[in-house]
């Protein structure tokens, strides 16, 4: 199957991955099938020992998943790409490829919950300690967070929920100058809207539940290696990719696979084998359907966001709103190097009156539906003082930057007329 050469990302979320020879589906088929058959033991030894590319348990690798896969990689610009079952498997996975008990990572603070506690309290027991710096901290106390067991710097795009923008050069370059690799979960711009590899990243994560899947229909993560750390050059700190696996045959996974292909073979020839979390293939197919589209709806989310943040921001009952691409907004000058076309379609923003009010604009919401997600086609809306972050007291929430009046709104593909309406009325009822 020739590689199609797509020059532009629209094309490549329509068309990349699967390439059907003659006969072939059209569409990626679903390999519903766990196992493969082969002539010999011989031949499937050459596959176990990683001699020869090829299938034979979908845990380690499926064909649909793999299509899948290589879109993703081709849309983020990177080599080799893996899909897993959620997006906090796929983070789980990119760190703990290059970091073990007795290492540490350098994080921002500004990430996703979810990633909060993964990295503060799970690794932390497994022997993995973290320093969280503020996103905009300068390059000096950037510097003061590596120790010489810092193995990867992490980071978001754009933070869900706080919306601060990384600044992906000063982040890069930092853990460049330490001998590390950059690692930035770019769930919510998704690769239509920011490369984070043009900008220095070497490894991007993504939940895929949110926009690339866009519909609400499955959970799933991904992982894509720029290709681009070289991990010989710092081959004390990687022992891992750099040193024979006794667990493979002595596999030498840089050696063997080069730059391109050897973080990604290990996550999948070790993580995979040993922990599981795949990505079933109906998962990914749903997940490729959402892709086809990605290009035409993260236009219309980060437009609709926009739109709504501009509305909100001249309304009376509207304490203060957040979105990295309105002007005027902190994160703005960030964005616009970042995120020139667009950010995201979520908006956050204070009700005048605080939690009572916020409570009550929630209810009166028609069109905008109460939901724990966010970056679907439908808009949604959240109240995390009262959902997701109900344990902690007002205080503590000021603390984490959520104010008890914060309402995180996730603007949909709908007509942006029809989102300021519904908004206008709930606003209008309190
Ligand atoms: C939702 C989310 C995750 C976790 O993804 P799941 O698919 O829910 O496991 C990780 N990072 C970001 C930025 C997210 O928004």
Not at 50 to 78: H, M, W
Not at 189 to 201: D, H, M, N, Q, S
Request: hydrophobic share 40%; charged share 20%; with cysteine.
């Amino acid at each position: 199957m020739a590689e199609l050469q797509c020059s532009t990302i629209d094309t490549t979320c329509v068309q990349g991955g699967w390439r059907p020879g003659d006969g072939d589906p059209r569409q990626v088929p679903i390999y519903q099938n766990t196992t493969w058959k082969y002539d010999s033991s011989e031949h499937m030894g050459r596959l176990f020992d990683l001699e020869e590319s090829g299938y034979f348990y979908t845990r380690l690798q499926n064909p649909t998943n793999d299509a899948v896969a290589a879109k993703i990689a081709a849309l983020e610009g990177g080599t080799a790409a893996m899909l897993t079952s959620s997006g906090q498997a796929a983070n789980f996975f990119a760190v703990f490829n290059i970091a073990g008990c007795g290492d540490h990572v350098v994080a921002s603070s500004a990430i996703y919950g979810g990633t909060f506690n993964l990295l503060a309290h799970t690794l932390r027991r497994m022997g993995i300690a973290v320093t969280f710096v503020d996103p905009h901290c300068t390059r000096e106390q950037l510097d003061a967070a590596f120790q010489p067991n810092t193995k990867c710097v992490f980071g978001e795009t754009i933070a869900n929920p706080a919306l601060a923008v990384l600044d992906i050069r000063k982040f890069a370059d930092a853990a460049h100058g330490h001998g590390v690799p950059l690692i930035v979960d770019n769930t919510f711009p998704t690769p239509v809207l920011c490369r984070p590899i043009e900008f220095g990243a070497d490894i991007v994560t993504h939940s895929t539940t949110k926009y690339m899947d866009g519909h609400g229909a499955s959970v799933g993560g991904a992982i894509v290696d720029s290709g681009r750390f070289d991990w010989a050059a710092h081959a004390d700190k990687f022992p891992g990719l750099t040193t024979p696996d006794a667990t493979y045959h002595g596999v030498n996974y840089v050696e063997r696979f080069g730059k391109e292909g050897a973080y990604i073979t290990k996550a999948t020839a070790q993580l995979m084998r040993d922990l599981g979390s795949i990505q079933s293939p109906q998962n990914a197919f749903l997940v490729n359907l959402g892709l086809e589209s990605l290009h035409l709806r993260m236009a219309r989310h980060a437009e609709n966001g926009l739109a709504v943040a501009q509305f909100l921001s001249e309304h009376p009952k509207v304490a203060w709103v957040r979105h990295p691409s309105l002007p005027g907004d902190a994160e703005f000058a960030l964005a616009q190097e970042y995120l020139p076309d667009g950010s995201c379609g979520v908006v956050s923003f204070g009700v005048a009156g605080g939690r009572a009010a916020a409570e009550a604009f929630m209810a009166k919401l028609q069109l905008a539906q109460i939901a724990t997600h966010v970056a679907d086609a439908r808009t949604c809306v959240l109240h995390p003082a009262a959902s997701t972050h109900r344990q902690m007291t007002d205080d503590e929430l000021a603390a984490a930057g959520i104010g008890a009046d914060l309402v995180r709104l996730s603007c949909g593909i709908e007509n942006a007329r029809d989102i300021i309406a519904d908004l206008d009325q709930a606003l209008a009822a309190i």
